[in-house]
């Protein structure tokens, strides 16, 4: 654009304009204000139609942003541009991408009242302890956000509806009692439903809602006056001791180090290793978040929560043989509220077919079958600089893996032995008491530097 003395004159900043939840009503005057001074409005459909009076031109965002993106930068250059979005732009919306693509100092954002605000203000309660997830253009992954959450909220879309979410959150066994599905907030036609997750799974409709979630709250107006930081900071997790009773209620839930109390979880015949065994294994696989883990031989379940933790949002894919100690894993991933584990009922290598490249495997039983295993994860299953961890209680076990991490398939090969004591009453006195000495062995896949890239 070349200005009065031909010089080349700057182009205008785009307004990125939260409209709310879609009605008048609720429109800031700070948005129609911006609204107004615009040239040319970019927008969803609802949004526009809201300025459809003030005749203005219009591009409507369709599925592909690269064009939309192209016309707002052309169209920049000489005309005042405002993008519209639904709620405010902070939540979930195009924000990024148009931050991303125009740069910061050419944006000037507007903020609006976001359907999460209208839904907890419909309900009475507040969002400061909620967990947001959404599966608008995302899908049901989007959801791997709120595992172990107490509340969380979801903002859904018509192809991926409440009921469906409420079917999916069932199959994971997420461990949320009850649901507030409220539908079209603002407009003609809202509607708000409150219920058990079994009553929405059967139901269709409502596409663009937003899902309140909450895992413990008996009644609905429970959920709409605890507040206070103790409801924010009080954990997912239920403390219960060996024989399964509660505990109390402990305050792990958001406790980041591994090794938790072994009596936090619910505990069969299937072993369990010890909690400081079990963090240092969990310290030798060397987690990040994001990662996918492979567990062969998952007993109870504990490495399985420990890990899902640590690596949320990655994903355990666990694969045990015993149906009661699987039941167990079961349990105690219900116990966590995990949501990113899944378990395969059977024995590996074979139980594990379709499972997505590993970046970790972790052996904690392997059957008699360490050499198919590790063939396995060295040969199929490891991504590139990928690393194996196995525990050994036998010599026996111990003097073969540590036989086959030598081969050329394995690089940096380390062991370390574990011994425990502890102290414990006899008589009068107090004793030290030694407990079964634990190796713990790891190596990387041959091949890859420590600098490979995803691990
Ligand atoms: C792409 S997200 C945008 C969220 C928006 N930035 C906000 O702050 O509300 C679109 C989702 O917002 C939710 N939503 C937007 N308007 C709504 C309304 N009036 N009633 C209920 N949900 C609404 C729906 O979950 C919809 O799928």
Redesign the pocket.
């Known amino acids: 654009m070349l200005d009065a003395k031909g010089l080349v004159a700057l182009a205008y900043p785009v307004s990125v304009v ?1 409209v709310g ?2 009605s008048g009503e609720y429109l800031l005057p700070v948005a129609r204000a911006a609204v107004q001074a615009a040239d040319v409005l970019v927008g969803g459909q609802n949004a526009l139609a809201l300025f459809a009076s003030l005749g203005k031109e219009q591009l409507r965002i369709g599925s592909d942003l690269e064009v939309v993106l192209a016309y707002i930068e052309t169209a920049r250059q000489d005309r005042r541009v405002a993008v519209l ?5 902070g ?3 195009l924000l990024p991408r148009l931050r991303q693509h125009l740069g910061v100092d050419a944006i000037a954002v507007i903020p ?1 009242i ?3 605000q ?2 907890c203000a419909r309900l009475g309660i507040k969002w400061d302890d909620l967990t947001v997830a ?1 599966v ?2 995302r899908g049901l992954d989007g959801l791997s956000a709120i595992a172990g959450a107490r509340r969380a909220a979801v ?3 018509p192809k991926f509806p409440p009921g469906m979410v409420c079917r999916y959150l069932l199959e994971q066994r997420s461990g949320f009692q009850q649901a507030w599905v ?6 003609p036609g809202e509607k708000i439903s409150h219920g058990s997750l079994e009553a929405f799974a059967g139901q269709q409709g409502d596409g ?3 899902l309140i979630l909450s895992r413990d709250e008996p009644d609905f107006g429970s959920l709409a006056s605890a507040d206070g930081p103790t409801a924010a900071a009080e954990p997912a997790v239920q403390p219960v001791s060996k024989s399964g009773e509660a505990v109390g209620t402990g305050w792990y839930g958001d406790v980041v180090t591994p090794g938790l109390p072994d009596k936090l979880f619910m505990q069969g015949e299937a072993a369990m290793s010890q909690e400081e065994v079990r963090a240092l294994t969990l310290c030798k696989a060397r987690l990040r978040r994001g990662l996918v883990v492979y567990e062969i031989g998952a007993g109870s379940g504990s490495w399985t929560v420990e890990t899902a933790r640590l690596i949320f949002p990655g994903t355990v894919w666990a694969v045990e043989k015993n149906p009661t100690a699987a039941a167990l894993v079961r349990a105690n991933l219900e116990r966590f509220g995990i949501t990113n584990a899944r378990l395969a009922e059977g024995a590996a290598p074979e139980a594990c077919s379709g499972w997505p490249p590993a970046d970790r495997v972790l052996i904690g039983g392997s059957g008699g079958k360490l050499r198919e295993i590790l063939d396995a994860a060295a040969g199929r299953w490891l991504r590139p600089g990928g690393l194996v961890v196995i525990t050994a209680v036998t010599p026996e076990t111990f003097s073969s893996a540590w036989r086959l991490l030598q081969e050329a398939t394995w690089s940096e090969p380390e062991t370390v032995l574990v011994n425990l004591a502890r102290v414990v009453p006899r008589g009068p006195a107090q004793v030290w008491s030694g407990e079964n000495p634990v190796f713990i062995l790891s190596a990387r896949l041959a091949g890859e530097s420590l600098a490979a890239g995803n691990c």
């Open positions: 939260g939840p879609g979005l639904s709620g405010d732009p939540l979930f919306s609006g976001s359907s999460l209208l839904a959404s608008h253009g903002l859904t879309e409220l539908a079209d907030l603002g407009l663009n809602s937003i």
